[in-house]
């Protein structure tokens, strides 16, 4: 069964850092592999999807990697905001079920 | 503008009173699905349809049903709410999930209570 495990569970930085964020999954039979932000008790707001058989995409700030033969995935974020504390979920899709981690809880401080 | 509709947004209820989530969506997607998140249980899908008349069961079935009659719509019914069904609830949408340039569309959220 696919497990997908994200490190750290929480992070806290001073404004203007970069930083990344850490995705594994334990099967690499998956289609694609999708970055989500969400802010506490709201929805999920799509940031990057890479493809299976795509080895980055990036948006902005946003850079997302995909090694899928060895099951991880990194987001770096460049230059890191107070805007962009939130929490940071990865998520692999099976077709069927789309298998979420635990998330990243990030914490950016003025 | 693409999106899941997800109401209600907040809902209150007494154990025991049925009650439907509804999910839209103008995506024209084949596939959509149901997933309640609970704190230290992450996401977990509770049911999906592939397709019209199609549905499956996710990995935590037990106490809901769906129905998917029609593409765009896909509601959740709760027959007899239990607290145990205290959470937060999201559809998504995928136009055709095995492909690899199709992601995921999510709702913004139902949050529920039953007390």
């Known amino acids: 069964k696919q497990e997908v495990t994200q490190i750290p569970a929480a992070l806290s930085v001073p404004e203007g850092e970069n930083l990344v964020l850490n995705c594994s999954f334990t099967?690499?039979?998956?289609?694609?592999l999708q970055w989500f932000r969400q802010d506490p008790g709201k929805g999920l707001t799509s940031l990057l999807l890479i493809q299976s058989s795509q080895r980055e995409q990036t948006s902005g700030r946003l850079n997302a990697s995909l090694d899928k033969s060895s099951g991880r995935s990194t987001l770096y974020i460049a230059a890191s905001q107070p805007g962009d504390s939130a929490t940071y979920l990865c998520?692999?899709?099976?077709?069927?079920?789309?298998?979420f981690g635990a998330g990243t809880r990030l914490t950016v401080k003025p | 503008e693409a999106q899941v509709t997800q109401n209600p947004r907040y809902l209150i209820t007494v154990t025991g009173k049925k009650l439907t989530v509804t999910c839209s969506q103008n995506?024209?997607?084949?596939?959509m699905s149901w997933y309640r998140q609970d704190p230290g249980l992450g996401l977990r899908q509770i049911y999906y349809s592939m397709n019209v008349e199609v549905t499956d069961k996710g990995d935590v079935p037990e106490g809901y049903k769906v129905s998917r009659k029609e593409k765009r719509n896909f509601p959740l019914i709760l027959e007899s709410p239990s607290p145990n069904q205290t959470s937060l609830y999201f559809c998504?949408?995928?136009?055709?999930?095995?492909?690899?340039?199709?992601?995921?569309?999510f709702g913004s959220g139902t949050r529920l209570t039953v007390v």
């Open positions: 099967d690499s039979a998956i289609y694609n």
């Open positions: 998520a692999v899709n099976l077709a069927n079920d789309m298998r």
């Open positions: 998504a949408s995928s136009l055709t999930p095995s492909r690899q340039e199709n992601g995921y569309t």
């Open positions: 995506m024209n997607h084949e596939y």
